[in-house]
């Protein structure tokens, strides 16, 4: 392991993309211009409980890995539910924060979590080694979510937590019908009488893709977004405005936005 080094960084700025995206493996959500626009839009900070550190992992001066991590104030953003495990420490008299997160802030979304091109046994041991030694740092633990790597981490000193999430995959539809064609026939009457109400309605559905999306698509779509945490969560949510713009213009191509339009027709009197 003594061929291996590692360093935390405290900002993506302190490596450049080109870096970045000569280990990490192609995915919007630990791409560089996802997790910057993060922390340059304030989204991730000391402020917001999501202070930024990440470990970068060399090999003869060579960048090899990288874990996107952050330290963490609280468990809010992560869609991971460990209250009981903060109540535990807090009835032995313990301080559960800070910990350290692996992860994609307020994104439950499953990928990978150690950046690199090839992950063996050997740089498993080091990451092992040094995520133990962030206790060091007051840290009182290592946690690493929605991680495609559970395979290899069995191997470490982490326990494994696992838990359910319920997606919805094209089963090769080449059309809307081929996919009611696999439902009963209560379930597809269902579906069907739910689109005619909304043809009925005179509901346009359309996509703008990237820079094709307006300022004026992007403030109702910012504005619906607040009100759906305001209305479950009692917050205006996680990300901001700000944050939303960065990431249309920084990776234009990832980004589809559906509006439905409701048409009025305006009778005037003569």
Known sequence: MTEYQHKFIHSLTEVTEAQWGCVSPSHVFTSYAWLLALELSGCTSKETGWIPHHLMIERQGELIAILPGY???????????????????????????????CGVPFTPT?????????LSSCLLEYIDATLTSLAQLGISGVHINFCRESDFLIQSHLTMRRNVQFHWHNRGYAEFDDFLARLTSRKRKMVMKERQAVTAQGINISWSVGREISTAQLDAFFLSYQLIYLKRSRHHGYLSRDFFQQVITSMPDKFRLCCAYLSFVFAVPT
């Open 71 to 101: 330290i963490k104030s609280h468990s809010y953003g992560e869609y991971v539910f460990d209250w009981a495990f903060a109540e535990a420490y807090e009835r032995h008299g313990l301080d559960y924060y800070p910990k350290w997160l």
């Open 110 to 118: 499953q990928g990978p979590r150690i950046l690199t091109k090839r």
